[in-house]
DNA sequence: ATCTTGTGTTCGAATATTCCAATATTCTTA
DNA sequence: TAAGAATATTGGAATATTCGAACACAAGAT
């Protein structure tokens, strides 16, 4: 999942996810349906967001496979597919992190520097 | 960090960062400085992208608060301001996540929905 | 079969993003 | 201080995203 076929990162995967939560309302969408399924009208109400937005956003969501959904009576029933991949991004954007140092940096990016200084191929 | 004064998420915040990663370049070149901190040739080179595109890109990150700077000799040195943030989000989404399955939604969804409907408050 | 409610689609305008070419700017070194 | 290397900025074209209005479609109730 999110790896292409000689098993490393996809870039072009990857980013399409991000791309689809790079939104505030697709976030608010996500938390709600991190709560609970729910149908259009619900979160229509939920979120003071017109309808046929909303529609559109779950759609950029079902495209990212963020979210699924099935006719649930006359409702149609939106979740997430991956709860837990949707629940870990939330808690790593909300939890504090350490601030790296400019002074803790120095170092590496020298010894990187002269590393790729030496191994310069053509030029 | 990504809250907003009341201490609740804030979603323009939030999906302001995950605007930043959208992009597979920026992907790219967060996964580059994950293994070093570099300056912008390298990236340049690594990447094979041109200068003044990695300079905007870079910039995007800057301000997202992705990334930082310092001037190292002649040298822009870029790095993570939290590496821990971007190392998550990248083993997040790495990750195999268990699938949801409509069966196991239904129940929550009907009472959710019974719920939402009991609670309808005017209209 | 019609009406109502719930949902999806389409079109177009406004806005934002992306990228390149060209040009600036900033350091370092001669 | 002039040259050159490293990086940043700007202007503009191409493309993508966003959102509302209007309309289309689907299912259940009457």
Redesign the pocket.
């Known amino acids: 999942m999110l790896k292409n076929a000689s098993g490393h990162s996809n870039p072009d995967e990857e980013s399409a996810l991000f791309?689809a939560m790079?939104?505030p309302?697709r976030l608010m969408i996500l938390r709600e349906l991190l709560k609970n399924p729910r149908?259009?009208?619900?979160i229509?109400e939920i979120l003071d967001?017109?309808?046929?937005?909303i529609?559109?956003?779950?759609?950029?969501l079902k495209n990212a496979g963020l979210v699924a959904?099935g006719?649930e009576?006359?409702?149609?029933c939106y979740y997430l597919r991956k709860p837990g991949l949707v629940k870990t991004l939330f808690e790593a954007v909300e939890a504090e992190w350490p601030e790296e140092k400019m002074e803790n940096v120095r170092n590496r990016f020298r010894k990187a520097l002269e590393e790729r200084l030496e191994a310069e191929p053509i030029r």
Chains 1, 2 share one sequence.
Not at 55 to 60: G, K
Not at 73 to 76: A, P, Q, V
């Open positions: 791309k790079a939104h309302v149908c259009v009208t619900a229509h967001v017109r309808q046929p937005n529609s559109q956003h779950l759609s950029v959904s006719r009576g006359s409702y149609m």
